[in-house]
């Protein structure tokens, strides 16, 4: 089994920082690559930041230039610093990852989210 663990969601003002962190613990070959997702009331699930095993990394539009995703191996760990928050970044933000527990498979698993209010 692989657990998902996030951490550091909050209410915070628009213009401020929050910094969210994921733990991944469990039977784990390797990963393919973390990430974060957010969903906002009544809007679908969307990507906000990916981080492969290689490094790079891709970012929403909307979020470029104020949102960084980094990845800590030992361990495994994904932290996403979000800085200049706006109201549009509210939402239950969710840590992604894609993992192989044996072999080539990947399969995705989820956090159970963590909520990010921002207010005006």
């Known amino acids: 089994q692989v657990q998902l663990v996030e951490s550091g969601g909050g209410l915070v003002q628009a213009g401020g920082s929050l910094r969210l962190s994921c733990l991944a613990s469990g039977r784990i070959f390797s990963f393919n690559a973390m990430g974060w997702y957010r969903q906002a009331p009544g809007k679908q699930r969307e990507l906000v930041a990916r981080i492969t095993s290689g490094g790079n990394t891709n970012y929403a539009d909307s979020v470029k230039g104020r949102f960084t995703i980094s990845r800590d191996n030992a361990p495994n760990t994904v932290y996403l610093q979000m800085n200049s928050l706006k109201p549009e970044d509210t939402g239950v933000y969710y840590c992604?990852?894609?993992?192989?527990?044996?072999?080539?498979?990947?399969?995705?698993?989820w956090g159970q989210g963590t909520q990010v209010t921002v207010s005006s």
């Open positions: 992604n990852a894609e993992i192989s527990v044996m072999g080539p498979i990947i399969n995705n698993y």
